[in-house]
């Protein structure tokens, strides 16, 4: 079963306005990641974000998290066309010594130009 | 400094057929990790390595198989192969113990199963 759970599902917005995507995961985690894909390619990290840390930042990205919501969140600022591809949160359980990310089914942005 | 490399780029093999897919970490990164994915079931973790040893392994039947050297490249086997084995098999390396500072993903091998 998936941990993480994106919504939207899909997302369509004009190039320099915001994209804001949601995450929720079920059970306590050690950090939440977002990736993302662009048309069946490989993943690309974005951003970590550690269970003590609620907010963060790199460049147009902001993400946030709630873990007494059980939930994340990313925003893009002023998106552009290259922004279009899917995104992915993946939470790290790391239970005992074993790591491993769970993945949700992502979100399929695209940004119109 | 190169990427996470995977070999080949895309595969075609027939159902019963065995398969040798191959990752080369970041150069430093010792954890490997592979995660298979489809588009009904998503991204689904497979196994991870670290030093030459498997530390966690993902829900899948024993046709899925994987070994790390120690020069920390992986391979993954899936021996008597399956049409819905057909996916994009993913290998992604970390630095940081247990993938603490996030994964590099390699760019996949596109499994096709016919």
């Known amino acids: 079963s998936q941990q993480g759970e994106e919504d939207p599902q899909a997302l369509s917005i004009q190039e320099g306005e915001n994209a804001t995507m949601n995450c929720s995961y079920k059970?306590?985690?050690?950090?939440l990641q977002w990736y993302r894909q662009n048309s069946g390619r490989g993943l690309v990290h974005l951003i970590l974000?550690?269970?003590?840390?609620r907010e963060k930042h790199s460049g147009r990205l902001r993400v946030t998290l709630d873990t007494s919501k059980k939930s994340s969140s990313l925003l893009i600022t002023a998106s552009r066309a290259a922004d279009t591809a899917s995104y992915f949160c993946?939470?790290?359980?790391?239970?005992?010594?074993?790591?491993?990310?769970?993945f949700g089914k992502g979100i399929t942005l695209s940004v119109r130009p | 400094k190169a990427g996470v490399t995977q070999t080949p780029r895309y595969l075609i093999k027939t159902r019963g057929q065995q398969v040798t897919l191959s990752c080369s970490p970041i150069?430093?990164?010792?954890?490997v990790s592979w995660y298979q994915q489809t588009p009904g079931q998503g991204l689904q973790f497979l196994f991870e390595?670290?030093?030459?040893?498997?530390?966690n392994k993902g829900n899948f039947p024993g046709r899925f198989s994987g070994r790390q050297f120690s020069n920390s490249r992986s391979e993954m086997n899936v021996s008597t192969l399956e049409l819905g084995d057909s996916a994009l098999y993913l290998c992604?390396?970390?630095?940081?113990?247990?993938?603490?500072?996030?994964?590099?993903f390699g760019s996949g091998t596109r499994l096709t199963v016919v």
């Open positions: 390595y670290f030093s030459e040893t498997q530390r």
């Open positions: 974000i550690r269970s003590n840390e």
């Open positions: 992604a390396s970390s630095w940081g113990d247990r993938g603490i500072y996030g994964y590099t």
């Open positions: 059970t306590s985690i050690n950090n």
């Open positions: 150069s430093g990164h010792r954890s």
């Open positions: 993946a939470t790290d359980l790391r239970t005992g010594a074993n790591s491993k990310l769970t």
